[in-house]
């Protein structure tokens, strides 16, 4: 089978690549050449930018694929992109969109990809996933383009320290906040449900639907069935980083307050129970289960941070602020 993956690289898609591999793909990646390291041995790079969509097709000319997979699409005007790309050109196009694309919050706790409708007042990110599932089934409907629609929810692997609140450029902040003896941060009681998926479980799922003539036309998410509360999260992320964690616990309301670029992650996403009914896909991919525990997928990350000494990099601004919602929230409390 021959696939293209646009990008290829990231915290997902290169867990992906990886066993694309090793169950034979004939694998090409098409991206910028930013990420070389994560490139897999075996993979086939095809240097371009997929944001720009006359050098894309130049560079693309004369290929046909079994399968495209797009990463990096967000919005309407990506996938517009692709299907002039790819119209006549691959068997499946498989888009990544995002399980927080699903009512927020939703009616009942459990997510189906059939059943909870796809909703978010809060986040324009998933708002723009949403158009992009409707732009590309809408061309299914018009001229029979092949398309797939995947929706990972929080998927992790070596190079992320997952959480609701951290620094997305220096992840290693948040372990380095809990050695230290800090406050971390967690939003509401704690109590609210979430499931953590390691990438190489979603790869496990994700390939399954390679070549897959039924799964045209579907939605898939590809989640863990483990359930988790926050706390129950954070304190894992401690033990893995051998100690025990200071957690103060601040409504999602009040951090919006003081930031509101949270309101789309929080009240659009993690701040709401998500469940989710991995029926689906195992009844397309019998062999999928997610076997890695968030307990020992964490210990693994924290293992590759402490291998890659150069990675453990602080947010100085990051700390600065959580510091800041946790003096501002104390005081609120001091008789």
């Known amino acids: 089978m021959k ?12 867990a992906v690549s990886k066993l694309a591999l090793e169950r034979g793909i004939e694998l090409y990646l098409f991206n910028r050449g ?22 894309a097709a130049a560079a693309l000319e004369g290929y046909q694929f079994d399968v495209v997979v797009d990463w ?21 196009y498989i888009f990544i969109s995002s399980a927080s ?15 909870t409708p796809l909703e ?3 986040w324009q990110y998933s708002r723009d996933k949403i158009a992009c599932e409707q732009l590309l089934l809408d061309e299914q409907a018009s001229s029979g383009f092949p398309v797939t629609i995947v929706r990972p929810s929080f998927t992790y692997g070596d190079t992320m320290i997952p959480a609701a609140l951290n620094s997305w450029q220096h992840p290693w902040s948040l372990i380095a906040r809990m050695r230290a003896g800090q406050p971390v941060i967690v939003h509401g009681d704690g109590s609210s449900l979430w499931t953590m998926t390691h990438n190489t479980d979603f790869a496990k799922g994700f390939i399954g639907l390679l070549g897959r003539a039924e799964a045209i036309g579907e939605a898939y998410h590809i989640t863990s069935d483990e359930v988790l509360t926050w706390n129950q999260i954070y304190e894992a992320i401690g033990s893995a980083a051998g100690v025990e964690p200071k957690l103060v616990h601040i409504s999602s309301e009040f951090l919006i307050s003081h930031d509101p670029d949270l309101e789309g992650g929080l009240l659009g996403d993690k701040s709401v129970t998500s469940v989710f009914d991995n029926r689906k896909i195992k009844r397309l991919v019998p062999d999928f289960s997610a076997d890695l525990s968030f307990e020992e997928g964490i210990k693994r990350t924290v293992a590759w941070f402490e291998a890659h000494p150069e990675r453990c990099t602080e947010d100085d601004a990051w700390n600065e602020q959580m510091d800041t919602i946790i003096a501002a929230h104390a005081a609120g409390f001091k008789k």
């Open 120 to 122: 978010n007042q809060y």
């Open 34 to 55: 930013k990420r070389d390291e994560f490139v897999p041995e075996g993979a086939k790079v095809i240097k371009g930018d997929i944001r720009d969509a006359e050098q």
């Open 72 to 92: 990096i699409a967000f919005t309407p005007e990506h996938v517009s992109t692709d299907i002039a790309l790819f119209r006549g050109r691959t068997n499946q």
């Open 3 to 14: 696939v293209l993956f646009i990008g290829g690289t990231g915290l997902i898609s290169e």
């Open 101 to 115: 694309a699903y009512q927020k919050p939703p009616k009942h706790y459990i997510i189906t990809e059939d059943a």
